[in-house]
């Protein structure tokens, strides 16, 4: 089986930040995002990476942030390895196609998560409440069942630990009125934009979250964006509502989680190679489906 990179070492760079999945490094008035093959299931990062994951990552995000630059701007520089500060020449092999020059942005600490679907959490909040994220919904909804609109449902932020949602008032006190109004119409009208396209390719996104930050004065989308990661996706052909859905995301690894005795707390249960290899098959081809690419 392929080896995963779930670490970086790249002896005389500074690291700036370490995540769930990405390595940043200093890169002068830029940083370099890396995104490794480790993957979290229950806000736990496991012991085994799934192979290609991070190059999965980036190439859909760079596919995105392309197909949504006419709506709002990003934090993208550039994903050429050649074009990359001089410091990083010798590490070029292990950063092709997993990496990105970024701007530095300011980020705002909140998750922009659209809802278009009763799925996950969402759905488990509705069958105990009749909302979702204190947002009312029809009575008689099924698991899976599209929403009547798309919902902001927004999100603290945690690096570590779960993140917990948040009410619209929460996401104005941290970004004031006026930005926390636009952060929700772009969250929802990126989603809507995606989510047409993928129907056309043959993907529901159920839902996904976003980031953004702030470059000066400017609005950026930034981090990741409509990945297998960030997002919910399930194929159009055998979707059926009243039942979990089929998925091209993690959903299969949480899946085999829960058939273990596994309490969700550290340390991590080990994958077995068929559940990592289903895993990245899935990954590459949300992928191919979404591109036409397969690299």
Avoid at 105 to 134: F, L, P
Avoid at 200 to 214: C, M, P, S, W, Y
Avoid at 244 to 265: A, G, H, I, M, P
């Amino acid at each position: 089986m392929e080896s995963a990179l779930t670490s970086t070492d790249f002896p005389g760079l500074r690291i700036y930040h370490k995540g769930k999945v990405r390595d940043i490094y200093e890169a002068g008035e830029h940083l370099l995002f890396v995104a490794t093959d480790r993957i979290s299931a229950f806000d736990c990062i496991l012991p085994d990476g799934i192979p290609d994951k991070g190059k999965v990552l980036t190439q859909t995000s760079l596919f995105w942030f392309h197909f949504l630059r006419g709506v709002i701007p990003n934090h993208v520089v550039t994903a050429n390895v050649d074009e990359y500060p001089v410091e990083f020449a010798p590490f070029q092999e292990a950063l092709r196609g997993r990496s990105m020059l970024v701007r530095r942005a300011k980020m705002i600490q909140v998750e922009c998560v659209a809802r278009g679907y009763a799925a996950g959490s969402g759905w488990k909040d509705y069958q105990r409440t009749g909302a979702i994220c204190g947002i009312s919904l029809p009575r008689g909804l099924r698991e899976s069942d599209r929403l009547p609109a798309p919902i902001f449902t927004p999100a603290s932020k945690a690096e570590t630990g779960h993140d917990e949602n948040i009410p619209f008032s929460a996401v104005e006190e941290i970004a004031g009125p006026a930005l926390a109004k636009r952060l929700r119409e772009l969250t929802l009208d990126i989603y809507a934009r995606a989510a047409k396209y993928a129907e056309g390719r043959g993907i529901v996104i159920a839902d996904t979250k976003f980031e953004f930050g702030l470059i000066g004065e400017e609005l950026v989308l930034a981090d990741e964006v409509l990945t297998p990661d960030s997002s919910r996706f399930w194929p159009i052909d055998g979707y059926a509502p009243g039942r979990s859905q089929k998925s091209f995301d993690k959903q299969y690894v949480r899946d085999y989680l829960e058939t273990t005795n596994w309490d969700k707390r550290p340390p991590a249960p080990q994958l077995p190679e068929d559940v990592i290899r289903g895993t990245a098959a899935k990954y590459r081809e949300a992928y191919r489906i979404l591109t036409d690419r397969t690299s």
